[in-house]
T-cell receptor, first 114, second 112 residues
Framework: GAGVSQSPSNKVTEKGKDVELRCDPISGHTALYWYRQSLGQGLEFLIYFQGNSAPDKSGLPSDRFSAERTGGSVSTLTIQRTQQEDSAVYLC????????????FGQGTRLTVV | GENVEQHPSTLSVQEGDSAVIKCTYSDSASNYFPWYKQELGKRPQLIIDIRSNVGEKKDQRIAVTLNKTAKHFSLHITETQPEDSAVYFCAARHQAGTALIFGKGTTLSVSS
């Protein structure tokens, strides 16, 4: 595709349920990032992938959060046993390899836990 | 890991004035410093970036300066316009391709 695509755009789930958020990066972008943005807040780093491996997962807030990436492309962020404080916009970004390249963001998934 | 501090959190200026947003970073190995603009309800988009081998970069009304010794970098917007109103984020990353770490953002309001 032309840009980073995330699905679903919106997700409402009940407290305690598991959710999966999907990110489809720009073709050829080996670097992929997940961020969380709570209402009116900044971009909280969650995890970084280079290819299929995650050299930095230091931002995952708890063991309820996990992410994987397959084929060096699509990534899935899974939140188990969702809590109300998990409600936020989850943003994915991708970039070409190397440290000086622009990261392109998807439109985000707005997660609401009720 | 890297930590990026950003100030101020909010900034209000009159149209035509200049605006300056400042960031500091903790990891001396960081050498790439982008700035992103996020309009309400939209995704963040890159507006300018700077690498550690230069001290300043300009693009029309926008400029970024970098002081590696002090680990400071700043965004300067001149002749501000109402459409500059948005949240601005600074970020830092080092060449090993580690995570891009963002500051907490500055909400800029330009009134006409």
């Amino acid at each position: 595709g032309a840009g980073v695509s995330q699905s679903p755009s919106n997700k409402v789930t009940e407290k305690g349920k598991d959710v999966e958020l999907r990110c489809d990066p720009i073709s050829g972008h080996t670097a992929l990032y997940w961020y969380r943005q709570s209402l009116g807040q900044g971009l909280e780093f969650l995890i970084y992938f280079q290819g299929n491996s995650a050299p930095d997962k230091s931002g995952l807030p708890s063991d309820r959060f996990s992410a994987e990436r397959t084929g060096g492309s699509v990534s899935t962020l899974t939140i188990q046993r969702t809590q109300q404080e998990d409600s936020a916009v989850y943003l994915c970004a991708s970039s070409l390899p190397g440290g000086h390249t622009e990261a392109f963001f998807g439109q985000g998934t707005r997660l609401t836990v009720v | 890991g890297e930590n990026v501090e950003q100030h101020p959190s909010t900034l209000s200026v009159q149209e035509g004035d200049s605006a300056v947003i400042k960031c500091t970073y903790s990891d001396s190995a960081s050498n790439y410093f982008p700035w992103y603009k996020q309009e309400l309800g939209k995704r963040p988009q890159l507006i300018i970036d700077i690498r550690s081998n230069v001290g300043e970069k300009k693009d029309q009304r926008i400029a970024v300066t970098l002081n590696k010794t002090a680990k400071h970098f700043s965004l300067h917007i001149t002749e501000t316009q109402p459409e500059d109103s948005a949240v601005y984020f600074c970020a830092a990353r080092h060449q090993a391709g580690t995570a891009l770490i963002f500051g907490k953002g500055t909400t800029l309001s330009v009134s006409s």
